[in-house]
């Protein structure tokens, strides 16, 4: 059974950049697409963006200038940085496997709430 | 971007109704189509995919249909298990919209 687990600080300073990592167990990282996620305090969800193992990625226009994905296949893990910080990026933050057409996510982890405040 | 519209946003219901919450797309998306069931402290969950296909393991009284702009997830015999948010998302573009979610509660 294919398992996520977010890790990361859950408090940053507005300005500064918010780093998380998903650590993926129970199945390769390869060979598929893995994206994050968020969710403000009880509001809908919002997608940020994904990469491939290749490294390959694709951002949500509306965040590409603060975000960087990467990935580590010998570690299992990929990665999420935004940068720039404000009250607004506070939320549930989930990281989640593609499938189907890739463009859905059937594994997801727990999240890991980070909030922005100084 | 797609915006993706459900409705109701909230419905009371029993155990044992049926119930049927609906999604709209802002333009067509033929079948690409997924919904999830939300509970509360929880990751989502995929329960069905291409508009209509259940997610492995999804019980059968969940089930979905349409196609284009609109589509519609039913619960045949609402089940204490299934008192949770619910979200369409669309899958046929960048970036992957969800609707605002649909929260089923106990009537």
């Known amino acids: 059974q294919v398992q996520l687990q977010e890790s990361g600080p859950g408090l940053v300073k507005p300005s500064e950049t918010l780093s998380l990592t998903c650590t993926v167990s129970?199945?390769?990282?390869?060979?598929?697409?893995w994206s994050w996620i968020r969710q403000p305090a009880g509001k809908g969800l919002e997608w940020i963006g994904r990469i491939y193992t290749s490294g390959s990625t694709n951002y949500n226009p509306s965040l590409k200038s603060r975000v960087t994905m990467s990935v580590d296949t010998s570690k299992n893990q990929f990665s999420l940085k935004l940068s720039s910080v404000t009250a607004a990026d506070t939320a549930v933050y989930y990281c989640a496997r593609g499938a189907w057409n890739d463009f859905i996510f059937d594994y997801w982890g727990q999240g890991t709430l980070v909030t922005v405040s100084s | 971007d797609i915006q993706m519209t459900q409705s109701p946003s909230s419905v009371s219901a029993s155990v044992g109704d049926r119930v049927t919450i609906t999604c709209r797309a802002s333009q067509g998306i033929s079948s690409w189509l997924a919904w999830y069931q939300q509970k509360p402290g929880k990751a989502p969950k995929l329960l069905i995919y291409a508009a209509s296909s259940l997610q492995s393991g999804v019980p059968s009284r969940f089930s979905g249909s349409g196609s284009g702009t609109d589509f519609t997830l039913t619960i045949s015999s609402l089940q204490p298990e299934d008192f949770a948010t619910y979200y369409c998302q669309q899958a046929n573009s960048f970036p992957q919209t969800f609707g605002q979610g649909t929260k089923v509660e106990i009537k």
């Open positions: 129970g199945g390769s990282i390869s060979s598929y697409y």
